[in-house]
C-alpha cells in the first residue's frame, strides 16, 4: 500500500492550495483518512481527518479555513486550505487507516509528505 501526496508549494499569505492524496495498493477497504503537518521544531499534528461516512474533524487553528473532503471510489483524500498564513508553513503528511488484508485488524499508512510553505 502506498499514500502519494501531491499540490504542495510555496503561496503567499491569503491565498490557497489544494493537497491530493492517492491510496493505492492491496487495499480492501479504508476506515478514515486524514491530514497532518509537522513544522520545524515542532511535533506533527492534526490538521483534519475524515471518516468513510464523511465526518469530519478539524484542529481549531484551520477551522473555517481549510476544508477536508474524499473520494471513496479514487481512494483519495483532498485538503482545500483557504487563507493560508505563514504559521500553516509546515511538510503536510496524509494518512490512512485502513485493512490490507480480511484476517488482521486495520492499521495506518503515511504518505512521504508535501510541503507548504506560506509566504508573509
Known amino acids: 500500500v502506498q499514500l502519494q501526496a501531491s499540490g504542495g508549494g510555496l503561496v503567499q499569505a491569503g491565498g490557497s492550495l489544494r493537497l491530493s492524496c492517492v491510496a493505492s495498493?492491496?487495499?480492501?477497504?479504508?476506515?478514515?483518512m486524514g491530514w497532518y503537518r509537522q513544522a520545524p521544531g515542532k511535533q506533527r499534528e492534526l490538521v483534519a481527518a475524515i471518516t468513510s461516512g464523511g465526518s469530519t474533524n478539524y484542529a481549531d487553528s484551520v477551522k473555517g479555513r481549510f476544508t477536508i473532503s474524499r473520494d471513496n471510489a479514487k481512494n483519495t483524500v483532498y485538503l482545500q486550505m483557504n487563507s493560508l498564513k505563514p504559521e500553516d508553513t509546515a511538510v503536510y503528511y496524509c494518512?490512512?487507516?485502513?485493512?490490507?488484508?480480511?484476517?488482521?485488524?486495520?492499521?495506518?499508512?503515511w504518505g512521504k509528505g508535501t510541503q507548504v510553505t506560506v509566504s508573509s
Open positions: 494518512n490512512a487507516n485502513l485493512h490490507d488484508s480480511y484476517y488482521s485488524q486495520s492499521r495506518d499508512y
Open positions: 495498493g492491496s487495499i480492501i477497504s479504508i476506515n478514515a
